[in-house]
């Protein structure tokens, strides 16, 4: 049971001990650690977590448990590196057994900043003579350092953050501005890259880590920017919110239990607990990251280890509240979805294959026909019969005449008078069954859909991952979508959002043209997407390509040299690229199409531009 104090720092109830244990001295605790069977990572984790349980419900005072607990964090950092290989680098949902360790690893660390949290309140409801500066801050700074990682270790496994995690962050850097702290230096030998760091940049690092929208990221990008952001944090400043320059607009509100987000400035309100965090020299050193010459020493330390495209996506995020592009509607309906590029690839090539007509009337209907003309009769048919024109394509497996992704989907097919029935409702389509499967809508937008992502036997997925929403109507035609962020539920399933990129792909194969018998990849053409402005592109594995490559794809009837141009999408997973033909006979018909075009499309970019 919590015990409440005026402190606002929730700690167990305590009492005094039965016995001797260990952990009342800290040289005992220190022997006890390096006893610990450390091949055994099972069973050190279990000693730990129960010891650190009966260490934070035993009374005991200030510096004593300062002390003892220091000596916690050796093994403890050794345990949860170890526990991080059960979870990381996985695709998600993870199995129930990974999920108990990644929730141990985020108990192990909730446990040594409740030890933590055990001092400062005993130091500030029981000091007679002072409270002991020395020994404050570094009980506020471990204590914030346990309770990021609590925010860090939530978020790589896409869980919400504990209940009054961020209240007893704000509450612990209160306290080291009260008492005038925030800046000291503390040495910590377990941080990844700063060695000694103030209560103020550990606070900060975990401010600007929340607005990077960490569940729209990988696990190892999560860990790099974590890792990263306390260096960073000394290029940006926290401010009353009296006292914050006009233009700063990320509000903290140190009286709640909320992350930091983007606000308009308010006039009439109470700011007694507000601060504003101001980052314009962060964001003006990444800005020169994309400036400066390739080979020049960068200012930001780390930055080159982080992928563009992220440092793009902070840059946004930390400039101004993101707004939604589009209007979502709660909307529940059932989508079928397969996963990955090469399961994508593999379903539009499948096809629609029709089913054979029956010999016997094939027999029958040839019979007939020639039984007019031996006779020489006209053939007299119905006035709704018509001709198929003979210039109508060949059927081709690889395209789709998809229209429109999701439940609405249409195909030729709908014009006859047969009833439609869904493809996952026909027998016949067992072999497509196999490689999709269903899921429900939480909400849709004209952008995309938020998905329940629950069931038995449901693929393994991560943010950045190629999806497939297959029409309803064809089992060729799918809309091609991305992963953009995950988050676990309260009900045992998870939430996936999914940006919808292209309403239908072809399938083709693709191989650098200067290998006259390399490796064919299986990449996805997608259309041109007027509404987001879109060109035509390629996606393909993130391995075997790169800018500037010369690829010859080849879609089951031409082949045709293309150059990719530029990067559009990054994700791990796949690559998605702009790119130009350089074929004579394509880029001569594309002219020819392009001079088709109405005489304004040569000003169409000049509109937007006059004033």
Avoid at 141 to 167: E, G, M, N
Wanted: net charge negative; proline share 5%.
């Amino acid at each position: 049971m919590a015990t409440s104090n005026p402190i606002g720092l929730r700690i167990p109830e305590q009492s005094s001990p039965s016995g001797v244990p260990f952990y009342l001295n800290d040289k005992q605790v220190a022997a006890w650690a390096k006893e610990l069977p450390m091949a055994n990572i099972g069973e050190t984790s279990r000693q730990i977590f129960q010891s650190l349980r009966a260490f934070n419900r035993t009374s005991l005072d200030a510096a004593q448990r300062l002390r003892s607990i220091e000596n916690f964090r050796e093994p403890l950092s050794y345990v949860a590196s170890n526990l991080n290989k059960h979870y990381l680098g996985t695709r998600f949902p993870l199995s129930e057994k990974s999920h108990k360790i990644a929730n141990l690893n985020r108990e192990l660390h909730s446990g040594m900043a409740t030890a933590y949290k055990a001092v400062i309140v005993n130091l500030l409801t029981h000091a007679q003579e002072g409270v002991d500066r020395a020994q404050l801050t570094l009980a506020l700074h471990r204590c914030i350092t346990y309770l990021s990682k609590v925010v860090l270790l939530s978020a790589i496994v896409y869980d919400p953050c504990p209940k009054r995690t961020w209240q007893e962050l704000h509450v612990c850097h209160r306290l080291a501005s009260r008492y005038g702290v925030g800046s000291d230096l503390i040495s910590d030998p377990y941080e990844a890259s700063e060695k000694q760091s103030t209560i103020d940049q550990n606070y900060t690092r975990c401010l600007l880590f929340s607005l990077a929208s960490p569940y729209k990221m990988r696990q190892e990008e999560n860990l790099q920017l974590f890792d990263t952001l306390l260096n960073w944090s000394q290029y940006t400043n926290l401010y009353g919110y009296d006292d914050a320059p006009e233009e700063s607009s990320i509000t903290i509100h140190q009286d709640t239990d909320m992350a930091p987000s983007h606000e308009s400035k308010a006039t009439s309100i109470a700011t007694k607990y507000l601060l504003i965090l101001e980052v314009s020299r962060l964001l003006s050193q990444m800005r020169e990251h994309f400036t400066d010459e390739p080979d020049s020493e960068p200012t930001l330390s780390g930055i080159n280890e982080l992928d563009k495209g992220v440092i793009r996506q902070l840059i946004m995020l930390w400039s101004k509240a993101q707004k939604r592009a589009f209007v979502r509607t709660k909307l529940n309906f059932e989508l079928r979805i397969a996963v990955g590029l090469r399961s994508v690839h593999k379903l539009i090539t499948l096809g629609d294959i029709p089913d054979p007509t029956p010999e016997s009337e094939v027999e029958d209907e040839a019979t007939w026909i020639d039984a007019q003309f031996a006779h020489g009769q006209d053939m007299h048919v119905e006035a709704r019969f018509s001709l198929q024109p003979m210039d109508i394509a060949s059927y081709n497996p690889r395209r789709g005449n998809f229209e429109e992704f999701g439940p609405n989907s249409t195909d030729i097919s709908e014009s006859t008078n047969e009833p439609n029935i869904e493809i996952w409702q026909d027998d016949k389509e067992q072999q497509v069954d196999k490689a999709t499967c269903l899921f429900t809508t939480i909400n849709e937008s004209a952008g995309g859909y938020c998905l329940d992502w629950r069931g038995k036997e449901i693929p393994k997925i991560q943010v950045g991952e190629l999806i497939g929403v297959q029409s309803a109507m064809s089992a060729a035609q799918f809309g091609v979508g991305m992963v953009r962020w995950m988050r676990n539920s309260d009900d045992e399933s998870m939430q996936v959002g999914v940006q919808m990129i292209a309403p239908n792909a072809m399938a083709v194969t693709a191989q650098l043209s200067d290998q006259n018998i390399g490796q064919q990849e299986k990449c996805l053409l997608l259309p041109e997407v007027g509404t987001s402005g879109q060109p035509t592109s390629l996606i393909c594995p993130s391995y075997p390509f790169s800018l500037g490559k010369t690829l010859l794809i080849n879609d089951g009837e031409n082949a045709q040299e293309i150059k990719l141009t530029r990067l559009l999408e990054s994700s791990g997973s796949i690559s998605q690229y702009q790119f130009v033909h350089l074929d004579e006979n394509a880029a001569s018909k594309m002219k020819e199409d392009q001079n088709d075009l109405d005489d304004d499309s040569d000003y169409e970019s000049l509109w937007s531009t006059l004033i």
